[in-house]
Nanobody, 118 residues
Framework: QVQLVESGGDSVRTGDSVRLSCRAS????????IVWYRQAPGKQRELVAG???????NYAASVKGRATISRDDARNTVYLQIVSLKPEDTGIYYC????????????WGQGTQVTVSS
């Protein structure tokens, strides 16, 4: 059973930055795709950024240019840094390890809260 634990959420001001961590248990982390999502109050969960094996990344338009997703496979950890935070970045941030041919299940963490006040 894979477990994901997010950390790094905080209450910050507009213009600040935050660095979130997602640490996964389980094996073969380096070949897994990890995706960060967020859910704002009253809204649906949305994709923020993703990273595949080898390091290729993609970002939602809302964070492109402000967010950086990276991975440290030796630590089974993926990071998400967002700078120039805006109030609309507020939400619970979740990471997910996506299923593949070896294990078709998606796994989710419990989330970490980011609150951006103006």
């Amino acid at each position: 059973q894979v477990q994901l634990v997010e950390s790094g959420g905080d209450s910050v001001r507009t213009g600040d930055s935050v660095r979130l961590s997602c640490r996964a248990s389980g094996s073969m982390f380096s070949v897994k795709t990890i995706v960060w999502y967020r859910q704002a109050p009253g809204k649906q969960r949305e994709l923020v950024a993703g990273i595949i094996s080898g390091g290729s990344t993609n970002y939602a338009a809302s964070v492109k240019g402000r967010a950086t997703i990276s991975r440290d496979d030796a630590r089974n950890t993926v990071y998400l840094q967002i700078v120039s935070l805006k109030p609309e970045d507020t939400g619970i941030y979740y990471c997910s390890q996506k299923g593949d041919s070896r294990d078709p299940n998606d796994y989710w963490g419990q989330g970490t809260q980011v609150t951006v006040s103006s």
